[in-house]
């Protein structure tokens, strides 16, 4: 009998995983600001794991990325405007800027991750996920994301992705952060935030949702189906001043794996008592 | 240090699995058919394990049950007719029957469960998920489903909820039984069954589309965020001959905990991937 390698990522109360067999170990570094831990697993392809945390897989990441992305530019889209700039903050790993790279309208693409070895790392095991991270759209900026808005000019972006690290992490997620992020963003700017899973990041979802309710005029929250993070739903924050989050679905002309013109409207449609919970 | 109880539930590849910590093993009983466990856990309370898959648990048990059971019952009423007679295979537990009792108007509820076990364990316990069994309205016959729906008179039945043992026992899903199924059911009828996750149960998912699509002239998917079941995502089929399944939502008068009008309709949009496979 052979020995067997297992990853389990445990939630907070350390009462629940989910638990990986692991093919190959391919790399673990502990860096300035977090571990990275990267994985060949049976089930999911390679994973990545930050601080324990899976991040992204091979077998699903297009859920997240492609919800992250094409719901704010399509939203623009149907608000009758083609978005030019995007900023992403986070998303070290290549991809939320592969989906956003798909659009030719779109003119330049920031990239302002904390934690240059993730870039290094993603650039090295994680293609083709990282790959456009060398596109010459995209300028990588290494330095924390709250001080790199607070230095941005008023109406620099169209649309700004919030991939932070992990949902645990509160400093990303406090109203100062969002104002600036509603200063940077332009007339007919979005702002989508991962937040977490309502099971077991509800405080999260709480919070996120009363910060975007002061912070911004129209805000709502979705979800999208990602099968390795916990609970395998996912929600995100949608917040805008001038741009409406449900879209004419039929007008959509992307269609991904995921994302299509439909789902973008069902994934605001909210269970009853998430729904009450946040009103 | 004192010792810990973790009970685990890996998918069919053994690759992969859902990680529970124990905080009391009430039972474990191997019966003619299955093994029945039930478990109390510190994150999701009770829950209930055939044959090692997680049937329900306290803690999110009411997604499950609430759209395998509203969904049909919501697509009669916007068709214009009240369901008066129910079936519901397998279900004995009792999660379906508390939610079908929840409608005045509905006269008759017959569940046919092979184990008689699980409903004596379930009402020994699972109080009160399992309570409504004894309810003056509900029949419970102890049968196999296959063979009793050979024995039902036609046009028996408004609506049939398939809420089987576990997906990877394909004996319920063949066309025969379907094709019983239909002959059982009124014409304003429909039949929901639980199917499984894309993500671990891809070819069962297909398999009973296609069988869907050759005995009901109306046959669709549709999921609902079940987060103690692998991938955290469960599909349901949804077959009628008359009774569409897209309904007047603001017309539905019932509100759930994560049943809506809302989500009834969103929860038959699918991503992009699932809909072409499935076409």
Same mark, same amino acid.
């Given at each position: 009998?052979?020995?067997?390698?297992?990853?389990?990522?445990?939630?907070?109360?350390?009462?629940?995983?989910?638990?990986?067999?692991?093919?190959?170990?391919?790399?673990? !570094?502990?860096? =300035? $600001?977090?571990? +990275?831990?990267?994985? &060949?697993?049976? %089930?999911?392809?390679?994973?990545? /794991?930050?601080?324990?945390?899976?991040?992204?897989?091979?077998?699903?990441?297009?859920?997240?990325?492609?919800?992250?992305?094409?719901?704010?530019?399509?939203?623009?889209?149907?608000?009758?405007?083609?978005?030019?700039?995007?900023?992403?903050?986070?998303?070290?790993?290549?991809?939320?800027?592969? !989906?956003?790279? =798909? $659009?030719?309208? +779109?003119?330049?693409? &920031?990239?302002? %991750?904390?934690?240059?070895?993730? /870039?290094?790392?993603?650039?090295?095991?994680?293609?083709?996920?990282?790959?456009?991270?060398?596109?010459?759209?995209?300028?990588?900026?290494?330095?924390?994301?709250?001080?790199?808005i607070?230095?941005c000019?008023k109406n620099t972006y169209?649309?700004v992705?919030v991939?932070?690290?992990?949902?645990?992490?509160?400093?990303?997620?406090?109203i100062e952060f969002y104002k600036n992020i509603s200063k940077i963003l332009n007339q007919?700017g979005v702002v989508?935030v991962?937040?977490?899973?309502?099971?077991?990041?509800?405080?999260?979802?709480?919070?996120?949702?009363?910060i975007f309710?002061s912070v911004f005029s129209i805000n709502?929250?979705?979800?999208?189906?990602?099968?390795?993070?916990?609970?395998?739903?996912?929600?995100?924050?949608?917040g805008s001043n001038s741009?409406?989050?449900?879209?004419?679905?039929?007008?959509?002309?992307?269609?991904?794996?995921?994302?299509?013109?439909?789902?973008?409207?069902?994934?605001?449609?909210?269970?009853?008592?998430?729904?009450?919970?946040?009103?």
């Amino acid at each position: 009998m052979s020995s067997e390698l297992w990853f389990t990522e445990y939630n907070k109360n350390k009462n629940f995983g989910m638990t990986f067999k692991v093919r190959q170990y391919l790399f673990h !570094e502990k860096t =300035k $600001y977090q571990t +990275i831990d990267i994985f &060949d697993t049976f %089930e999911y392809g390679k994973v990545l /794991v930050l601080d324990g945390m899976v991040m992204l897989t091979e077998k699903d990441e297009f859920v997240y990325h492609e919800m992250l992305v094409h719901v704010p530019i399509n939203s623009i889209l149907n608000h009758g405007k083609e978005p030019k700039r995007i900023l992403v903050i986070g998303g070290g790993d290549g991809g939320a800027v592969k !989906e956003i790279i =798909k $659009y030719p309208f +779109i003119e330049q693409i &920031d990239l302002c %991750e904390i934690d240059e070895k993730v /870039v290094e790392y993603s650039l090295k095991y994680l293609n083709p996920i990282s790959s456009s991270l060398e596109d010459e759209k995209v300028k990588i900026i290494i330095e924390d994301g709250r001080e790199f808005i607070k230095k941005c000019n008023k109406n620099t972006y169209d649309v700004v992705c919030v991939d932070s690290t992990e949902p645990n992490n509160i400093s990303l997620f406090d109203i100062e952060f969002y104002k600036n992020i509603s200063k940077i963003l332009n007339q007919n700017g979005v702002v989508t935030v991962q937040v977490g899973s309502y099971v077991f990041h509800k405080n999260l979802l709480e919070e996120i949702n009363k910060i975007f309710k002061s912070v911004f005029s129209i805000n709502k929250l979705y979800s999208a189906n990602v099968s390795s993070y916990p609970s395998g739903v996912w929600y995100f924050a949608y917040g805008s001043n001038s741009v409406g989050a449900i879209i004419s679905s039929e007008f959509v002309k992307t269609k991904e794996l995921y994302y299509n013109g439909e789902i973008h409207n069902a994934s605001f449609v909210l269970p009853t008592y998430i729904k009450e919970i946040l009103k």
